[in-house]
């Protein structure tokens, strides 16, 4: 017997295959007897009204439960029933009668008892008092004493276009149109104010005064009011925003506590004062389908009850949860009732008529346990038996598994099996790659194999922008051992930019044997052939990287067997690779030293191919059994490029800020025009439109030319991203060679300068990476105690690139002078701090030149803010004290030329609109133009230069000669 189940006292169906929902339960002494005992009436959606007398006998066997003689009145309407409440409704009478409201009526009874002639007793007997035909469609009623009436109820129908009509009992009073009304709501009437109370369709709860809807009328007749079409506009007087649909509303008026307004929301339980303030707010875990409150304990406080789709009851005390009971039904509508055996009774009705009558708590116990005999309690055998039991504890502790155990049986495995080659006829479609060869495809062969039978399977594949898949969801209804699930996938590259990753994701998610949701994932790396091809080299680039090895040099026809093309059967020294639609990247090979060059006219392009030769180095020499072949980077770091690639892809997001808010102005703007034109429209005196619907079309046709440029700059952002992303990849890779760092601190490295740009959510890249990098300066990277006390600065938009990329270069320089971003466990400092021991150590031992970030004199500004980490080793070129991407809130992009306002009208007509133009929308041009003319061939020599003298100077470094 559980002490947190509702007992069941009295239970019965109301009727079979019927329907109820809330308002069809209702708890009063409707027979008017002396006892003053509680009936339970119940209608249904089917027009069966039936009312129950609930008695139950306590027996060995529990409670009696339902009799027949529980039956009171069973009788069938002709209408569906949908609120049945009672209350004094008749004028001649102080007696309660009851109110059926249906459809299209709205009915009084009355429910009398007629003494029977023979033994079998009194009958009771139903009779029409009067009936109310109404003209639209009802859907809740509300009853009370509306205007202050002293012994007599008045009753208020709600229809379905939000009209409430007002009947004084036999005579129909008016009908009024609340303000705004889409959908119905809950209404109630609370006695102390004279005002209704409605959630209306906007999700407020409002008020209107009896007495102001009384007054706001033009209708002289019945027929006129019944029928209304308009009328004075009637305003709330008061109003709350709840911001989620209402499901039932309660006025409360206990002695003990002030006068309160509950509603019950979707999620949330609100009580509001007579006047419209929320005295509080309780939020629910779960969806509440009906509540009740019943009294007030003490003083101040409301005890209410709240059912919920789990079967579930709740009693609360305002917000504190008192009792939770478990119900065998899903209520919809809950009452309190005092029957003659029981008081406090909790009634409930379901959907599907279980109309149930319970109590909280559990009975006595009728069995008492005897007495145990008192023995000497012996304390040093229970001070062994407890540090017994504290060892077993401990040794099951040791030994326990803290990740959950996963049966072999429920094992899926997903099996990929990539082509060797790219398709024959390839299945890119939809592709916006502007190439002379056509974009090639390659696909996958993907597997799901189970051990035992597994339901509802669910494949998906996901790839990063640019690449493309040919299907990314698939469904099988099982898979088994047997009869395992076999999917081909195409991937191809769709947008004209470049990619970031080459890795596809594959999941799969499933329900096992016993019903348990499963999922499985898998990873496909796809081969870089897909998205680039072989051309012949280029000599001339203007971004040059250059990797350095302790191994011999290797001929490149040996690294990349399957992207020679033209270039087979030449000395390997130089191959020359070209993205689809994309630039060339050139690798080259030194004859004469233990290094690799690649090159390119684009910055971020070269990210994939340099990843690709030192992956591909680290294979070869791997597959040969040499263990310590190491490759490093002893140039400079290309900061300055990097911030380019960083600055156009703020600046894209700057123009979307700024396009939108141009947008939202001219929305305002051509919602006023709709509205004066719409004032001048329905005036009975015609008036002269002033061009207003000339300022309309123009205003319409800029709404659709701010449109589409947000559309473009979409695009822009996006490819910006992958940019970016590429960018990002290849400093991480070059400080990973720089700092030789380790996987540990290289995926620290990751995740804090991350190469994933997201800018779909209103957190932008570089304010995240920018806190993300700030962390890391104030602990493992600190030079001292103030670094740690610096406070972060607020996420949000920066006004400029400034502050971030001068945090980039204070990771660099503290990584190039010997700083490690995961402190090893064995540190005399446990603050993670970068001494200045460890600093002078780094000085001591005499770098090459190009192994520290140079610095630029009278370049790095002083910042004054909150989030200032000291001064910066500046690297050359950066130029931090330029603000590179001022934000001007004030200085919105322009449309033609045109400031934001309307053009000019022309001879009364407004000058066609020209398509709206996307500046900047071309990465690494137009934001930083001065800065590209700079000359990078002066520290970069070119090929043809570098064979004559072993002098020449790459990145730093001398006897470096590359040939073609």
């Keep these: 017997m559980s002490l947190f189940k509702a007992r069941e006292w009295w239970s019965t169906l109301a009727g079979e295959n019927e329907e109820y929902d809330h308002g069809c339960l209702c708890v009063a002494n409707i027979d008017n007897n002396s006892d003053g005992l509680d009936k339970v009436i119940v209608g249904s959606y089917h027009g069966s009204l039936r009312v129950f007398t609930p008695h139950s006998v306590k027996g060995e066997n529990g409670w009696s439960g339902f009799s027949a003689q529980d039956v009171m009145l069973e009788t069938h309407l002709q209408h569906p029933i949908l609120q049945v409440e009672a209350g004094k409704f008749v004028s001649a009478s102080e007696n309660t009668h009851l109110a059926v409201l249906h459809p299209r009526k709205l009915v009084v009874y009355s429910i009398t008892s007629v003494s029977g002639a023979v033994e079998h007793g009194s009958h009771y007997q139903l009779s029409m008092m009067y009936e109310q ?99 004075k506009r009637v305003a709330a007087d008061w109003s709350y925003n709840i911001g989620e649909q209402a499901l039932d509303i309660f006025i409360t008026s206990f002695p003990q506590t002030p006068a309160s307004v509950f509603v019950l929301g979707d999620r949330n339980i609100f009580c509001l004062s007579e006047l419209g303030k929320l005295r509080f707010m309780k939020k629910l875990e779960y969806n509440p389908s009906c509540f009740m409150p019943y009294t007030s304990l003490s003083e101040g406080t409301i005890n209410y009850m709240v059912g919920a789709h789990t079967n579930t009851l709740m009693v609360y005390q305002d917000v504190t949860l008192k009792w939770a009971a478990q119900l065998q039904h899903i ?265 690799y060059r690649l090159q390119c006219d684009e910055f971020e392009s070269l990210w994939l191919m340099t990843n690709e030769v030192v992956s591909r180095l680290n294979q070869h020499f791997r597959s040969r059994r040499v263990s310590d072949f190491q490759c490093s980077y002893a140039g400079t770091l290309p900061l300055p490029e990097y911030f380019e690639v960083l600055d156009a892809h703020f600046e894209i997001r700057l123009t979307d800020t700024r396009y939108k808010e141009l947008l939202t102005q001219r929305a305002v703007q051509f919602r006023a025009i709709q509205r004066r034109l719409l004032t001048r429209f329905k005036d009975k005196t015609p008036s002269p439109l002033a061009n207003l619907d000339t300022i309309l079309e123009g205003t319409y046709r800029q709404l659709l030319a701010l449109s589409d440029a947000v559309d473009d700059n979409k695009e822009a952002q996006a490819k910006a991203a992958g940019h970016l992303g590429c960018a990002t990849r290849l400093l991480n890779l070059l400080i990973r060679l720089w700092t030789n760092m380790t996987d540990r601190e290289f995926r620290i490295l990751e995740s804090s300068l991350a190469p994933s740009v997201d800018d779909n959510g209103e957190l932008g890249w570089e304010e995240s990476i920018d806190s993300a990098i700030t962390h890391l300066l104030r602990t493992c990277l600190a030079k001292n105690a103030k670094d740690q006390t610096v406070n972060p600065s607020p996420l949000g938009i920066p006004k400029d690139t400034t502050k971030v990329k001068k945090h980039i270069a204070l990771l660099c320089d503290r990584l190039g002078k010997g700083a490690k971003l995961a402190m090893d466990d064995s540190s005399e400092t446990d603050t993670g701090l970068v001494s200045e021991e460890t600093e002078k150590e780094a000085n001591k031992k005499k770098r090459k030149p190009s192994k520290s970030v140079d610095k630029e004199p009278n370049t790095a500004t002083t910042d004054e803010t909150p989030g200032d980490l000291g001064d910066a080793d500046v690297p050359i070129g950066s130029k931090f004290g330029e603000k590179k991407s001022p934000r001007r809130d004030d200085a919105p992009p322009t449309l033609n030329g045109h400031s934001n306002n309307l053009p000019s009208l022309r001879g009364g007509k407004l000058a066609p609109l020209a398509p709206l133009t996307l500046q900047n929308n071309k990465l690494g041009t137009g934001l930083n133009d001065l800065k590209k003319k700079k000359n990078l061939e002066s520290m970069v020599p070119d090929l043809d230069d570098m064979g004559s003298e072993p002098s020449s100077m790459v990145n730093g470094e001398d006897d470096a000669v590359f040939s073609m």
């Design 133 to 231: 035909n109404l003209k639209r469609s009802s859907f809740n009623m509300c009853y009370g004493p509306f205007g202050g009436v002293k012994g007599r109820d008045f009753l208020c129908v709600q229809s379905m276009d939000g009209t409430l009509s007002v009947f004084e009992q036999e005579s129909f009073a008016f009908s009024r149109f609340l303000p705004g009304a889409l959908l119905p709501g809950p209404v109630a009437y609370v006695p102390r104010t004279d005002s209704f109370v409605t959630v209306s369709s906007s999700r407020q709860v409002e008020s209107y005064k009896y007495q102001v809807l009384a007054v706001a009328t033009d209708s002289k007749t019945k027929e006129e009011s019944q029928n209304i079409k308009s009328g």
């Design 331 to 595: 209520p919809v509508d809950v009452k309190v009732a005092n029957f003659q055996d029981l008081k406090g009774v909790i009634v409930t009705l379901d959907e599907e008529g279980h109309l149930d009558c319970s109590y909280l708590g559990t009975d006595p116990a009728m069995i008492v346990s005897g007495q145990s005999e008192a023995r000497e309690i012996n304390y040093a055998q229970q001070d062994e038996e407890m540090k017994q039991l504290q060892r077993n504890i401990k040794e099951q502790s040791h030994k326990a598994n803290v990740l959950p155990s996963r049966s072999s049986e429920d094992e899926v495995s997903i099996d990929i099996q990539m082509s060797s080659s790219l398709d024959e006829v390839s299945h890119a479609d939809e592709t916006q790659v502007e190439d002379e060869d056509p974009i090639p495809s390659i696909t996958a062969k993907i597997t799901v194999r189970a051990k035992l039978q597994v339901q509802n399977v669910r494949l998906s594949v996901h790839v990063p922008q640019p690449l493309a898949v040919s299907q990314p969801q698939f469904t099988f209804a099982s898979a088994d051992s047997n009869r395992p699930a076999e999917v081909f996938v195409s991937f191809f590259l769709r947008n004209n930019f470049l990619p970031a990753d080459l890795k596809a994701e594959v999941t799969a998610t499933y329900q096992n044997s016993a019903g348990a949701p499963r999922i499985a994932q898998g990873e496909i790396k796809l081969p870089v052939k897909l998205v680039v091809k072989p051309v012949a080299p280029v000599k001339m680039a203007v971004h040059k990287v250059t990797i350095e090895t302790n191994k011999p040099p290797v001929s490149l026809n040996d690294i990349f067997p399957d992207l020679l093309g033209e270039n087979a059967g030449g000395p390997g020294s130089a191959l020359g690779f070209q993205h689809f639609g994309g630039p060339v990247v050139t690798v080259l090979a030194s004859k004469t030293s233990q290094r």
